[in-house]
Protein backbone atom coordinates (compact mmCIF):
# COMPACT_ATOMS: atom_id res chain seq x y z
CA UNK A 1 0.00 0.00 0.00
CA UNK A 2 2.22 2.83 -1.05
CA UNK A 3 -0.09 5.59 -0.82
CA UNK A 4 -1.07 4.70 2.67
CA UNK A 5 0.37 6.80 5.70
CA UNK A 6 0.64 5.71 9.08
CA UNK A 7 -1.51 8.01 11.36
CA UNK A 8 1.92 9.42 13.42
CA UNK A 9 3.15 10.46 10.10
CA UNK A 10 -0.28 11.93 9.03
CA UNK A 11 0.02 14.53 12.07
CA UNK A 12 3.33 15.21 11.17
CA UNK A 13 2.86 16.10 7.47
CA UNK A 14 -0.31 18.38 8.75
CA UNK A 15 2.03 20.02 11.08
CA UNK A 16 4.46 20.98 8.43
CA UNK A 17 1.71 22.22 5.86
CA UNK A 18 0.31 24.01 8.59
CA UNK A 19 3.42 25.74 9.16
CA UNK A 20 4.14 26.72 5.56
CA UNK A 21 0.79 27.83 5.00
CA UNK A 22 1.77 30.36 7.59
CA UNK A 23 5.25 31.59 6.41
CA UNK A 24 3.28 32.02 2.84
CA UNK A 25 0.39 34.09 4.34
CA UNK A 26 2.96 35.97 6.24
CA UNK A 27 5.30 36.39 3.22
CA UNK A 28 2.26 37.85 0.81
CA UNK A 29 1.15 40.22 3.67
CA UNK A 30 4.50 41.53 4.01
CA UNK A 31 4.66 42.21 0.72
CA UNK A 32 1.81 44.30 0.45
CA UNK A 33 1.90 46.48 2.92
CA UNK A 34 5.27 46.84 1.56
CA UNK A 35 3.94 48.28 -1.68
CA UNK A 36 1.46 49.82 0.22
CA UNK A 37 4.38 51.84 2.21
CA UNK A 38 6.18 52.43 -1.03
CA UNK A 39 3.39 53.77 -3.01
CA UNK A 40 2.41 56.43 0.07
CA UNK A 41 5.46 57.80 -0.11
CA UNK A 42 6.20 58.21 -3.64
CA UNK A 43 2.50 60.18 -3.41
CA UNK A 44 3.72 62.40 -0.60
CA UNK A 45 6.93 62.72 -2.33
CA UNK A 46 5.79 63.37 -5.41
CA UNK A 47 2.97 66.18 -3.82
CA UNK A 48 6.65 67.93 -1.65
CA UNK A 49 8.46 67.95 -5.10
CA UNK A 50 5.09 69.85 -6.65
CA UNK A 51 4.29 71.60 -4.01
CA UNK A 52 8.33 72.99 -3.47
CA UNK A 53 7.93 73.97 -7.63
CA UNK A 54 5.26 76.40 -6.83
CA UNK A 55 6.24 80.03 -4.73
CA UNK A 56 5.74 79.05 -0.92
CA UNK A 57 5.96 82.77 0.10
CA UNK A 58 2.72 83.61 -0.71
CA UNK A 59 -0.74 82.11 -1.42
CA UNK A 60 -1.42 81.36 -5.32
CA UNK A 61 -5.33 80.84 -4.38
CA UNK A 62 -5.80 84.61 -3.33
CA UNK A 63 -5.95 87.76 -5.22
CA UNK A 64 -7.72 90.76 -3.62
CA UNK A 65 -9.73 88.14 -1.04
CA UNK A 66 -11.08 86.05 -3.72
CA UNK A 67 -10.73 82.66 -2.93
CA UNK A 68 -10.05 80.09 -5.73
CA UNK A 69 -12.07 76.46 -6.13
CA UNK A 70 -10.38 73.49 -7.26
CA UNK A 71 -6.85 75.29 -7.70
CA UNK A 72 -5.15 72.30 -7.98
CA UNK A 73 -5.23 70.26 -11.42
CA UNK A 74 -5.60 66.15 -11.16
CA UNK A 75 -4.17 65.74 -14.92
CA UNK A 76 -1.22 64.14 -14.55
CA UNK A 77 -0.53 64.62 -17.97
CA UNK A 78 -0.21 68.88 -18.22
CA UNK A 79 1.20 70.56 -15.64
CA UNK A 80 -0.61 73.11 -13.98
CA UNK A 81 2.31 74.48 -11.79
CA UNK A 82 2.93 76.79 -14.74
CA UNK A 83 -0.44 78.13 -14.71
CA UNK A 84 -0.73 78.81 -10.85
CA UNK A 85 3.35 80.08 -10.74
CA UNK A 86 2.54 83.09 -13.49
CA UNK A 87 -0.71 83.48 -11.59
CA UNK A 88 1.65 84.45 -8.21
CA UNK A 89 3.77 85.95 -10.19
CA UNK A 90 0.81 88.47 -11.82
CA UNK A 91 -0.60 88.70 -7.99
CA UNK A 92 2.99 89.32 -6.32
CA UNK A 93 4.67 91.75 -9.09
CA UNK A 94 1.69 93.80 -11.25
CA UNK A 95 1.90 97.69 -10.15
CA UNK A 96 -2.00 98.28 -10.07
CA UNK A 97 -2.45 95.41 -7.65
CA UNK A 98 -6.11 96.87 -6.71
CA UNK A 99 -7.27 96.08 -10.55
CA UNK A 100 -6.11 92.46 -10.23
CA UNK A 101 -9.93 90.73 -10.24
CA UNK A 102 -9.88 86.92 -10.27
CA UNK A 103 -13.11 86.58 -11.69
CA UNK A 104 -11.42 88.45 -14.54
CA UNK A 105 -8.10 86.71 -14.78
CA UNK A 106 -10.31 83.25 -14.58
CA UNK A 107 -12.48 84.49 -17.88
CA UNK A 108 -9.09 85.76 -19.69
CA UNK A 109 -7.69 82.42 -18.83
CA UNK A 110 -10.38 80.26 -20.71
CA UNK A 111 -10.60 83.04 -23.38
CA UNK A 112 -7.15 82.39 -24.13
CA UNK A 113 -7.53 78.55 -23.47
CA UNK A 114 -10.28 79.20 -26.69
CA UNK A 115 -8.14 81.40 -28.71
CA UNK A 116 -5.90 79.31 -28.67
CA UNK A 117 -7.97 76.67 -31.29
CA UNK A 118 -7.76 79.07 -34.31
CA UNK A 119 -11.37 79.01 -34.43
CA UNK A 120 -13.01 82.35 -34.27
CA UNK A 121 -16.15 80.86 -33.55
CA UNK A 122 -14.99 79.18 -30.45
CA UNK A 123 -15.45 81.45 -27.56
CA UNK A 124 -16.43 81.90 -23.79
CA UNK A 125 -19.32 83.70 -22.65
CA UNK A 126 -19.15 85.83 -19.10
CA UNK A 127 -22.67 86.81 -17.52
CA UNK A 128 -22.54 90.04 -19.42
CA UNK A 129 -21.51 88.42 -22.81
CA UNK A 130 -24.22 85.44 -22.26
CA UNK A 131 -26.92 87.89 -21.87
CA UNK A 132 -26.39 89.79 -24.66
CA UNK A 133 -26.23 86.48 -27.02
CA UNK A 134 -29.57 85.41 -25.84
CA UNK A 135 -30.83 89.35 -26.08
CA UNK A 136 -29.62 88.85 -29.93
CA UNK A 137 -31.38 85.51 -30.12
CA UNK A 138 -34.71 87.27 -29.26
CA UNK A 139 -33.61 90.12 -31.76
CA UNK A 140 -33.42 92.67 -28.70
CA UNK A 141 -30.62 94.41 -28.08
CA UNK A 142 -29.12 98.32 -27.92
CA UNK A 143 -26.46 99.01 -30.45
CA UNK A 144 -25.73 99.32 -33.89
CA UNK A 145 -26.94 96.79 -35.64
CA UNK A 146 -24.18 95.05 -37.18
CA UNK A 147 -23.27 91.35 -37.49
CA UNK A 148 -19.24 91.00 -37.42
CA UNK A 149 -16.90 88.65 -37.68
CA UNK A 150 -12.83 88.05 -37.68
CA UNK A 151 -12.15 87.38 -41.22
CA UNK A 152 -8.20 86.52 -41.98
CA UNK A 153 -7.74 88.17 -38.60
CA UNK A 154 -9.57 91.37 -39.89
CA UNK A 155 -12.65 92.28 -38.21
CA UNK A 156 -15.35 92.75 -41.00
CA UNK A 157 -19.04 93.64 -41.03
CA UNK A 158 -20.97 90.58 -41.89
CA UNK A 159 -23.89 91.77 -42.56
CA UNK A 160 -25.51 95.13 -41.43
CA UNK A 161 -29.26 94.46 -40.33
CA UNK A 162 -32.51 95.57 -42.24
CA UNK A 163 -33.69 99.42 -41.05
CA UNK A 164 -30.91 99.74 -38.51
CA UNK A 165 -28.17 102.15 -37.46
CA UNK A 166 -25.45 100.67 -39.12
CA UNK A 167 -27.34 100.21 -42.68
CA UNK A 168 -28.90 103.79 -42.34
CA UNK A 169 -25.02 105.16 -42.14
CA UNK A 170 -24.11 103.10 -45.28
CA UNK A 171 -21.83 100.59 -43.64
CA UNK A 172 -21.82 97.33 -46.00
CA UNK A 173 -21.32 93.75 -45.99
CA UNK A 174 -17.37 93.40 -45.91
CA UNK A 175 -16.64 96.98 -44.62
CA UNK A 176 -13.29 95.81 -42.60
CA UNK A 177 -13.09 97.49 -39.17
CA UNK A 178 -10.03 99.60 -38.87
CA UNK A 179 -10.42 101.95 -35.39
CA UNK A 180 -13.04 101.93 -32.99
CA UNK A 181 -13.48 105.30 -31.32
CA UNK A 182 -9.42 105.97 -32.89
CA UNK A 183 -8.36 102.67 -30.74
CA UNK A 184 -6.90 99.89 -33.54
CA UNK A 185 -8.64 96.62 -33.87
CA UNK A 186 -5.53 94.98 -34.94
CA UNK A 187 -5.25 91.42 -32.49
CA UNK A 188 -8.91 92.37 -30.98
CA UNK A 189 -11.36 89.47 -30.22
CA UNK A 190 -14.45 89.34 -31.54
CA UNK A 191 -16.21 89.40 -28.14
CA UNK A 192 -14.06 92.51 -27.32
CA UNK A 193 -15.20 94.31 -30.10
CA UNK A 194 -19.03 93.61 -29.62
CA UNK A 195 -18.19 94.90 -26.16
CA UNK A 196 -16.79 98.34 -27.50
CA UNK A 197 -19.32 99.09 -30.17
CA UNK A 198 -22.27 98.37 -28.52
CA UNK A 199 -23.28 100.33 -25.90
CA UNK A 200 -26.56 102.76 -24.74
CA UNK A 201 -29.14 104.37 -26.97
CA UNK A 202 -28.74 108.27 -27.69
CA UNK A 203 -24.73 107.35 -27.81
CA UNK A 204 -22.66 107.06 -30.75
CA UNK A 205 -19.31 104.95 -31.76
CA UNK A 206 -16.82 106.05 -34.37
CA UNK A 207 -15.59 103.40 -36.65
CA UNK A 208 -12.86 103.51 -38.82
CA UNK A 209 -13.97 101.53 -42.38
CA UNK A 210 -12.66 100.35 -45.20
CA UNK A 211 -14.35 100.02 -48.26
CA UNK A 212 -12.87 97.53 -50.87
CA UNK A 213 -12.14 99.40 -53.86
CA UNK A 214 -11.40 102.98 -51.93
CA UNK A 215 -8.19 104.55 -51.89
CA UNK A 216 -8.67 105.13 -48.16
CA UNK A 217 -10.43 104.62 -44.94
CA UNK A 218 -12.71 106.79 -43.61
CA UNK A 219 -14.35 107.56 -40.21
CA UNK A 220 -18.02 107.56 -39.96
CA UNK A 221 -20.11 108.08 -36.94
CA UNK A 222 -22.99 105.47 -36.31
CA UNK A 223 -25.36 106.04 -33.48
CA UNK A 224 -26.50 103.82 -31.06
CA UNK A 225 -30.29 102.68 -31.00
CA UNK A 226 -33.07 100.06 -29.16
CA UNK A 227 -32.40 97.25 -32.07
CA UNK A 228 -35.46 95.35 -32.96
CA UNK A 229 -34.66 92.79 -35.72
CA UNK A 230 -37.91 91.57 -37.20
CA UNK A 231 -36.85 87.86 -38.79
CA UNK A 232 -38.95 88.36 -42.04
CA UNK A 233 -40.89 90.82 -44.14
CA UNK A 234 -43.11 89.86 -46.62
CA UNK A 235 -44.66 91.85 -49.85
CA UNK A 236 -46.40 91.20 -53.16
CA UNK A 237 -44.62 92.06 -56.50
CA UNK A 238 -46.24 92.71 -60.08
CA UNK A 239 -47.18 89.28 -61.75
CA UNK A 240 -47.80 87.77 -58.65
CA UNK A 241 -44.44 87.03 -57.46
CA UNK A 242 -44.06 86.93 -54.06
CA UNK A 243 -41.32 88.51 -51.95
CA UNK A 244 -39.73 86.94 -48.29
CA UNK A 245 -37.04 89.05 -46.77
CA UNK A 246 -34.98 86.87 -44.38
CA UNK A 247 -33.38 88.92 -41.94
CA UNK A 248 -31.93 86.60 -39.49
CA UNK A 249 -32.53 82.61 -37.83
CA UNK A 250 -33.92 83.61 -35.25
CA UNK A 251 -36.50 81.37 -32.14
CA UNK A 252 -39.27 83.24 -33.80
CA UNK A 253 -38.20 83.24 -37.47
CA UNK A 254 -39.95 79.86 -39.01
CA UNK A 255 -43.36 80.79 -37.05
CA UNK A 256 -43.25 84.39 -39.06
CA UNK A 257 -41.94 82.54 -41.92
CA UNK A 258 -44.83 80.20 -42.20
CA UNK A 259 -47.42 83.08 -41.85
CA UNK A 260 -45.52 84.62 -44.90
CA UNK A 261 -46.22 81.54 -47.01
CA UNK A 262 -49.93 81.89 -46.00
CA UNK A 263 -50.24 84.75 -47.12
CA UNK A 264 -48.11 84.04 -50.39
CA UNK A 265 -51.20 81.42 -50.75
CA UNK A 266 -54.04 83.28 -50.13
CA UNK A 267 -52.90 86.16 -52.76
CA UNK A 268 -52.48 83.29 -55.39
CA UNK A 269 -48.50 83.68 -55.88
CA UNK A 270 -47.03 82.34 -59.04
CA UNK A 271 -43.47 82.49 -58.21
CA UNK A 272 -41.27 83.19 -54.97
CA UNK A 273 -38.21 85.82 -54.59
CA UNK A 274 -36.40 84.51 -51.18
CA UNK A 275 -33.67 87.70 -50.04
CA UNK A 276 -31.09 86.33 -47.62
CA UNK A 277 -28.64 89.60 -48.18
CA UNK A 278 -27.44 90.78 -45.37
CA UNK A 279 -28.34 87.34 -43.21
CA UNK A 280 -25.82 86.34 -40.69
CA UNK A 281 -27.20 83.00 -39.83
CA UNK A 282 -28.62 82.17 -36.36
CA UNK A 283 -30.28 78.84 -35.19
CA UNK A 284 -30.12 75.44 -37.57
CA UNK A 285 -33.29 74.60 -36.88
CA UNK A 286 -34.76 77.25 -37.63
CA UNK A 287 -33.10 77.32 -41.15
CA UNK A 288 -34.58 73.16 -41.39
CA UNK A 289 -37.96 74.35 -40.37
CA UNK A 290 -37.79 77.12 -43.44
CA UNK A 291 -36.81 74.73 -45.63
CA UNK A 292 -39.55 72.22 -45.29
CA UNK A 293 -41.52 74.88 -46.57
CA UNK A 294 -39.55 74.69 -49.86
CA UNK A 295 -38.74 71.35 -50.63
CA UNK A 296 -40.07 68.02 -50.77
CA UNK A 297 -40.73 65.99 -47.51
CA UNK A 298 -37.31 64.16 -46.33
CA UNK A 299 -35.12 66.31 -48.68
CA UNK A 300 -31.49 66.74 -47.19
CA UNK A 301 -31.08 69.87 -46.41
CA UNK A 302 -27.55 69.82 -44.50
CA UNK A 303 -24.97 67.33 -43.44
CA UNK A 304 -23.42 67.47 -40.56
CA UNK A 305 -19.72 66.35 -39.97
CA UNK A 306 -17.78 66.28 -36.74
CA UNK A 307 -14.38 65.51 -35.28
CA UNK A 308 -14.74 61.89 -36.30
CA UNK A 309 -15.38 62.16 -40.13
CA UNK A 310 -18.85 61.13 -38.89
CA UNK A 311 -21.81 62.44 -40.79
CA UNK A 312 -25.14 62.76 -39.64
CA UNK A 313 -28.16 64.10 -42.22
CA UNK A 314 -30.83 66.76 -41.11
CA UNK A 315 -33.74 66.60 -43.28
CA UNK A 316 -36.98 68.12 -43.90
CA UNK A 317 -40.40 67.18 -42.06
CA UNK A 318 -43.79 67.87 -43.50
CA UNK A 319 -44.62 70.84 -44.81
CA UNK A 320 -43.69 71.25 -48.53
CA UNK A 321 -45.97 74.55 -49.97
CA UNK A 322 -43.42 76.39 -52.60
CA UNK A 323 -41.16 73.32 -54.23
CA UNK A 324 -42.95 73.28 -57.53
CA UNK A 325 -43.08 77.64 -58.13
CA UNK A 326 -39.90 79.26 -59.99
CA UNK A 327 -37.79 80.61 -56.92
CA UNK A 328 -34.87 83.17 -56.97
CA UNK A 329 -32.86 83.61 -53.95
CA UNK A 330 -30.83 86.41 -53.47
CA UNK A 331 -27.12 86.18 -51.82
CA UNK A 332 -24.48 88.44 -50.68
CA UNK A 333 -21.24 88.75 -48.45
CA UNK A 334 -23.16 89.07 -45.70
CA UNK A 335 -25.24 86.04 -46.49
CA UNK A 336 -23.67 83.80 -43.40
CA UNK A 337 -24.14 80.49 -41.67
CA UNK A 338 -27.72 79.36 -41.98
CA UNK A 339 -28.33 81.81 -45.14
CA UNK A 340 -25.39 79.87 -46.98
CA UNK A 341 -27.41 76.19 -45.62
CA UNK A 342 -30.60 77.34 -47.04
CA UNK A 343 -29.36 78.93 -50.19
CA UNK A 344 -27.40 75.50 -50.65
CA UNK A 345 -29.80 72.64 -50.43
CA UNK A 346 -32.65 75.42 -52.45
CA UNK A 347 -30.32 75.20 -55.43
CA UNK A 348 -28.87 71.74 -55.28
CA UNK A 349 -32.23 70.43 -54.47
CA UNK A 350 -34.32 71.66 -57.36
CA UNK A 351 -34.52 72.37 -61.00
CA UNK A 352 -36.23 75.50 -60.56
CA UNK A 353 -34.13 77.72 -58.15
CA UNK A 354 -31.47 80.21 -58.90
CA UNK A 355 -29.10 82.55 -57.59
CA UNK A 356 -28.90 85.90 -57.92
CA UNK A 357 -25.92 88.58 -56.15
CA UNK A 358 -22.90 87.98 -54.65
CA UNK A 359 -20.56 85.03 -53.20
CA UNK A 360 -21.63 84.35 -49.77
CA UNK A 361 -19.68 84.91 -46.44
CA UNK A 362 -18.15 80.73 -46.16
CA UNK A 363 -19.21 79.75 -42.75
CA UNK A 364 -19.56 76.21 -42.76
CA UNK A 365 -19.37 75.48 -39.10
CA UNK A 366 -22.01 74.48 -36.49
CA UNK A 367 -21.65 75.72 -32.98
CA UNK A 368 -23.22 74.42 -29.85
CA UNK A 369 -24.42 76.76 -26.59
CA UNK A 370 -23.51 75.05 -23.27
CA UNK A 371 -24.03 76.78 -20.30
CA UNK A 372 -21.07 76.34 -18.00
CA UNK A 373 -22.73 77.32 -14.78
CA UNK A 374 -26.02 79.38 -14.88
CA UNK A 375 -23.87 82.70 -15.47
CA UNK A 376 -21.95 81.89 -17.97
CA UNK A 377 -21.65 79.79 -21.19
CA UNK A 378 -19.14 78.26 -24.04
CA UNK A 379 -19.96 78.23 -27.69
CA UNK A 380 -18.14 75.54 -29.03
CA UNK A 381 -17.49 74.38 -32.82
CA UNK A 382 -19.20 70.81 -32.67
CA UNK A 383 -19.41 70.00 -36.62
CA UNK A 384 -18.76 71.22 -40.14
CA UNK A 385 -21.98 71.50 -42.18
CA UNK A 386 -21.88 70.60 -45.87
CA UNK A 387 -24.53 70.66 -48.76
CA UNK A 388 -27.21 68.24 -49.67
CA UNK A 389 -24.07 66.90 -52.31
CA UNK A 390 -21.48 67.27 -50.19
CA UNK A 391 -19.89 70.05 -51.03
CA UNK A 392 -17.11 72.54 -48.49
CA UNK A 393 -18.99 75.71 -47.59
CA UNK A 394 -16.32 76.75 -44.80
CA UNK A 395 -13.59 79.84 -46.12
CA UNK A 396 -15.35 79.19 -49.35
CA UNK A 397 -18.75 80.67 -49.22
CA UNK A 398 -22.00 80.12 -52.04
CA UNK A 399 -21.34 81.09 -55.73
CA UNK A 400 -24.57 82.92 -57.23
CA UNK A 401 -25.68 80.88 -60.86
CA UNK A 402 -25.76 84.90 -61.95
CA UNK A 403 -23.49 87.95 -60.49
CA UNK A 404 -24.81 90.97 -59.99
CA UNK A 405 -23.57 94.11 -58.20
CA UNK A 406 -24.94 95.86 -55.54
CA UNK A 407 -22.41 99.59 -55.11
CA UNK A 408 -22.83 102.44 -52.90
CA UNK A 409 -23.81 104.43 -55.31
CA UNK A 410 -26.95 102.26 -56.43
CA UNK A 411 -27.90 102.44 -52.26
CA UNK A 412 -27.73 106.19 -52.11
CA UNK A 413 -30.19 106.40 -55.53
CA UNK A 414 -32.11 103.76 -53.97
CA UNK A 415 -31.66 100.93 -56.70
CA UNK A 416 -31.65 97.59 -56.18
CA UNK A 417 -30.31 95.25 -59.27
CA UNK A 418 -30.19 92.34 -57.69
CA UNK A 419 -34.11 92.25 -56.25
CA UNK A 420 -34.72 93.65 -59.98
CA UNK A 421 -32.93 90.63 -61.54
CA UNK A 422 -34.63 87.99 -59.49
CA UNK A 423 -37.46 89.26 -60.19
CA UNK A 424 -37.10 88.98 -63.70
CA UNK A 425 -36.17 85.66 -63.82
CA UNK A 426 -39.14 84.59 -61.98
CA UNK A 427 -40.84 86.44 -64.61
CA UNK A 428 -39.38 84.32 -67.14
CA UNK A 429 -40.44 80.85 -65.78
CA UNK A 430 -43.34 82.00 -65.64
CA UNK A 431 -44.22 82.33 -69.28
Not at 265 to 277: E, F, K, P, Y
Request: charge should be negative; charged fraction near 30%.
Amino acid sequence: MDNDVLPEESARVSEVSERERGFLLFKKMFLFFAFLALLTLSFFGGYEQGRDSLSSESDFTSVNGAVILNGKSQDKAVDFALFWKVWDILKDKFVDQSKLDAKQMLYGAIDGMLASTGDPYTTFFDPKEKQDFQEDMTGNFEGIGAEMALKEGILTIVSPLEGTPAERSGLLAGDKILKIDNETTANIDLEEAVRRIRGPKGTSVTLNIYHEGDEEAVDIVVPREMIHVKSTRFEMKEGGIAYIRINRFGDETADEFERAIRSAVSAHTQGLVIDLRNNPGGLLTSAVDIASFLLPEKSVVVIEENSKGNRKELKTHSGDVFSKLPTSVIINGGSASASEILAGALRESRENVRLIGKQSFGKGSVQELISVNKDTAVKITVAKWLTPKGNQINKVGIAPDEEVDLTREHVTNKEDPQLQKAIEWVTSQLK
